[in-house]
């Protein structure tokens, strides 16, 4: 179990070849997430009848169970009782499947991050004649973005890792492949190498665009 | 322009307003005084609704509200007609000091970006901030974020001011200037203004009518002079007796 | 890698038959593979399917006049695949027992993988019956049925040692580590993956406690499939008559594994 | 692909006879996970020397990378060169790297709660003569505490459901067992759903402990 | 009992104090007046390191401390000598009032819980808050909020008081209060206090030494009758002519 850095070398060329899925379903899962947890977080933070309890019952039923058996029910499952389900290609599948799950954690954190600001802050705003929505989008939002970018950050990297669920579906991408190939020549140490630092590069960019976004939204000065 | 019926609001089992009536007239100036605790600024900010009423009427201009049945639409419209500065000033901590100016203006009233921005750097001016322009709120010092909680008030040049406490973090000498500053305002645009004070010579400087409140009721209200020289409840006098400097 | 082997005897009649009338439209035939299990199917250096599976399958292809298709599905996905109609069938050394036959239609069995108990080179003769188990970690693949029969094993002859099931190839590591002393599992593989390693498995002496054959399941309820898995069928007797698989099972396996008699 | 209740049914008891392992395992790692990641984040909120560092890289590595080769590097990588590791059970392993690798998410989530709190109370706590650690201690750990509730449940939830990863290292636990139930006869929806319900339970009883501690720790009034 | 020395302190390019130099006696009470935004409170931040200069040596009692070079732990020793009333309060959020009073005395001076309970308790009746001792602070007016800040730092009794406006949010009748704790205190302990006030009556009741602050100088000190009758500085007087109620 010695490992042949020359053989990890010779497959990563193999191996990345397969990041432009990962990047895809990565990409358009997080891009999914954002805008549907973002939607399901004001729907909780102002408590709108009606769709409140059905997020929280989302959220419970997603955040509650394995992926796996998400990806399993919704894409062969459904497929039996909604023949749109059946025409789908795998990967969008995978996209659906992978934001669903990922929205009922983030919406989560995004709710802890919007009850950090202060109350002040909304009722300045409503004082000086905004609505709540107003209030929403210029005060709160930025000022919850400071607590929310490394807890996003940490959703999206997860999101990103998790995008290997897709293999179940057939889906070839980084993870797969490197199981594949650390099969073949029962070289696990090799491939799980190559696969190990694509995912350190791909996380460290996110991790990157964190550090960028805290600074950019971190108030300055010493009560901040 | 201003009328209260019946207000009442208590948080859990405080009773904190216990029915409070009040008629302002348009352009008058109305001070509040009384012992801390007694809900001044409750009553304040039952006024724009920030705080809601258990029980009562709030009309401001010819918005009308029914604390026991209303839409969130009027409360909107109640609110457009008025500004307020809040005793913990509340500056939008992800602003600059001309943003927390601007920013009302421009989203609610629709004026356009850069004529608020010239017209919030005039305030700042007048308000002493005009370096700190591009500063956060939480680099200013406590007379200055209270200059800028006025700022940000004055710059909707709204029909009815409520200010709580706007002169606490204040020296004398700034004491004087936003006193010329709510003159100004008051000649310039008739505005209304109640105003919760604790400096009894401020009060007297600026008020048409003082109304003294203690324990969620208000108990007297006058004119300055009045008031101040003649009160006629045993707890006005009492109260007044330690305000030493205004006599 | 896949769940490989499968429990005890069998008895039902499995292979093809049904209905079939001429009329069905085939087209390509989507094969999914676990490309995880060498030799059998696995992917080679420009991560191609290949291994004696996959062209056991494209030769069967050619002589029913089907056109094949495979991929690549980890065994997690595989049953959703087949019943959703992503796949026909799956290959990976699958054991038609009853109770999976309950569920899919096998094709003719083409080769018998059984599994033995392999250990470290030297410890072979340490291992002469059953009751030398005892007392040790037996490692196993979770993905088939071979788990079970070792448990049946346990029960029916009240003997003590743990079965430790794994999802991947890891028990591998674990023997060659000496985390385990034992592990039950095809020799053909096991070889394969114990080069690799760089270390030295044999079988133990003590024998299997089944015997196990490869088929390839097809959905029921569904002429297409059951149109396919009559001529997989077919061909693959032809095969089998005609020594191709002989061949095909020594290139691959290096000894011929084919399945003339029927287990099932 | 129709659903055999009935069977599922049966199956239900004896996936459900390896709730002990998966629990163990959840617990064991999540207990560590907070001790390790709460001395992390104190590490790196008063920027000690040489530590920080350390824990940066750390932090990187650890969240930037999949999990299962983690597990694979230390259980077999380590075992190679470290012979502790050769002794060591599999089901110690996989509890050690689940807390390593969620430590490092932990860890961001937690300094992003301790940053929400506002530096005035910091300084209030000084003020008042208390050292930096007791101020931490009485003041800004209770207050981060309320932001970091949800984030905490939801990266123990990912925590117990990761958990399942330890069947790579052949420990038998609810996912384990419910994917060879799913062999052995080829039902996998049924053992899916078992397990679905099954995880489904244990994080509803994680999300009630949320929902007391945030009560607990909400602070009230207007203001807050 | 407080020596400061050579005392710098720049926010990025802003120079706040640009060089002070002040000895204050045991048992003195001196308040610093002057402009918003002059480095009152900046000035107190310095002397207990919350804010830490760029250049000079504070001494409190016998813990010297020269910006340049010193230990956390002669940081902590400085704090231990003293307590301070911020100007926007900074209450514990976490804690009830009862707490927010008793808490430090228990974990830094190591006091027995049941006395620091009892003892909270009667400082809360002396400022008036007895039946507030189980609220939170968000809850409180603001009033209510600074003398929960003064209970807080009196809990401490410490050698020195530093007090950042605290009568901002009083009224004149709880200032007249404040200012009777304030020297009982004195007379009891001996207590050392800095009080930054521009509330001019105030400091002139309760101070043995006015100093007067402008841009980042001290410009003069002197007894309250010299600086307030009888200011030398030209910007002293100028200060000085808004505050009518005090001369
Ligand atoms: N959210 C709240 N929950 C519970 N009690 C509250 C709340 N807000 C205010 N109170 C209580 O209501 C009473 C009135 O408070 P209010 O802020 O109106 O007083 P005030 O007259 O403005 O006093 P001050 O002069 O000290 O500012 C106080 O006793 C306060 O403790
Ligand atoms: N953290 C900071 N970053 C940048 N500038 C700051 C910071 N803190 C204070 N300042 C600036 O330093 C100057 C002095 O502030 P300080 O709070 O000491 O004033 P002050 O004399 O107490 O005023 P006031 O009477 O209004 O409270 C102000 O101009 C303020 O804007
Ligand atoms: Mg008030
Ligand atoms: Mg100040």
Redesign the pocket.
């Known amino acids: 179990m010695n490992i042949d850095l020359l053989y990890a070398l010779k497959k990563l060329p193999l191996i990345l070849s397969y990041i432009h899925v990962t990047l895809w379903i990565s990409i358009c899962s997080m891009a999914a997430t954002l805008v549907f947890s973002l939607l399901i977080t004001i729907i909780r933070y102002y408590k709108i009848r009606v769709l409140t309890p059905i997020a929280n019952a989302y959220i419970d039923l997603f955040r509650g169970t394995p992926l796996l058996t998400q990806m399993f029910f919704i894409y062969y499952g459904l497929a039996q009782i909604i023949p749109l389900f059946r025409e789908m290609q795998p990967i969008t599948a995978a996209i659906l499947v992978l934001a669903l799950n990922a929205s009922a954690y983030t919406t989560e954190n995004m709710r802890s991050a919007l009850e950090s600001v202060p109350r002040g802050q909304t009722e300045a705003g409503l004082a000086v004649g905004m609505t709540d929505l107003q209030v929403m989008w210029h005060i709160i939002l930025p000022q919850a973005t400071k607590v929310a970018v490394p807890v996003l950050a940490n959703d999206f990297i997860a999101l990103l890792k998790n995008s290997s669920m897709a293999f179940t579906l057939g889906v070839r991408e980084i993870m797969g492949e490197a199981s594949l190939v650390g099969n073949a020549g029962f070289r696990f140490f090799e491939a799980y190498l190559d696969a190990f630092v694509i995912y350190f590069c791909l996380s460290k960019v996110i991790g990157l665009g964190q550090k960028y976004l805290e600074k950019r939204f971190s108030i300055q000065g010493r009560k901040a | 322009m201003i009328s209260v019926k019946g207000l009442k609001k208590s948080?859990?089992d405080?009773e904190?307003l216990k029915g409070i009536d009040l008629e302002i007239e348009e352009g008058e100036v109305a001070a509040i005084i009384?012992?801390?605790?007694?809900?001044?600024?409750?009553?304040?900010?039952c006024l724009n609704f920030l705080?809601i009423p258990d029980q009562g009427v709030i009309r401001i201009g010819n918005v009308e509200i029914d604390a026991e049945k209303y839409h969130r639409k009027d409360v909107y419209q109640l609110r457009k007609q008025s500004a307020m500065i809040f005793?913990d000033f509340c500056l939008f901590r992800n602003k600059t000091i001309l943003d927390n100016v601007a920013l009302a203006p421009e989203i609610v009233q629709k004026k356009s970006k850069d004529e608020m921005r010239r017209e919030a750097m005039q305030i700042l001016e007048k308000v002493g901030l005009a370096d700190k322009a591009e500063s956060y709120p939480s680099t200013l010092s406590g007379g200055q974020q209270q200059r800028v909680a006025i700022g940000r008030a004055m710059a909707l040049k709204p029909n009815v001011l409520l200010l709580?406490?706007p002169t606490s973090a204040l020296d004398p000498y700034l004491v004087g200037e936003v006193l010329g500053v709510i003159k100004d305002i008051v000649r310039e645009h008739n505005t209304t203004m109640v105003i919760?004070t604790?400096e009894m010579g401020f009060a007297r400087e600026v008020a048409d009518r003082i109304i003294y409140?203690d324990q969620g009721h208000i108990v007297e209200e006058g004119s300055p002079k009045q008031i101040f020289t003649d009160a006629k409840e045993e707890k006005t006098k009492q109260f007044l007796a330690y305000c030493k400097d205004v006599k | 890698a896949c769940g490989a082997g499968g429990s005890s005897s069998g008895s039902s009649a499995g292979g093809a038959s049904g209905s079939s009338s001429g009329e069905i439209e085939i087209g390509t035939v989507v094969v999914g593979i676990d490309g995880t299990y060498p030799p059998f199917n696995y992917m080679d250096d420009n991560g191609e399917p290949t291994g004696f599976e996959i062209e056991m399958i494209q030769e069967i292809g050619e002589r029913a006049g089907l056109e094949i298709e495979f991929k690549a599905v980890p065994w997690d996905g595989v049953f959703g695949q087949i019943e959703s109609g992503k796949i026909d069938t799956y290959a990976c050394c699958i054991f038609p027992n009853e109770e999976r036959q309950e569920k899919y239609l096998f094709s003719r069995e083409y080769i018998y993988d059984e599994n033995r108990f392999i250990v470290r080179t030297g410890d072979g003769s340490l291992y002469k019956t059953y009751k030398d188990l005892e007392g040790h970690k037996i490692g196993v693949a979770g993905g088939g049925n071979s788990i079970l029969a070792l448990e049946n094993l346990q029960k029916d002859q009240n003997l003590d040692f743990e079965i430790v099931a794994y999802n991947n190839e890891n028990y591998v590591n674990d023997l060659a580590l000496g985390r385990l002393d034992i592990i039950y599992k095809s020799p053909v593989s096991a070889f394969v993956e114990a080069k690799s390693l760089g270390v030295g498995f044999e079988v133990a002496e003590c024998p299997t406690v089944e015997s196990a054959s490869c088929a390839l399941p097809w959905r029921k309820d569904d002429a297409r499939s059951a149109k396919i898995c009559e001529l997989f069928s077919k061909a693959t007797q032809e095969m089998l008559d005609d020594g191709a698989m002989k061949e095909l099972s020594e290139k691959w396996l290096e000894m011929d594994l084919a399945a003339y008699e029927p287990l099932i």
């Open positions: 948080f859990g405080l904190v009384g012992p801390s605790g007694t809900g001044k600024s409750t009553l304040l900010r705080e005793q709580d406490e919760v604790h409140m």
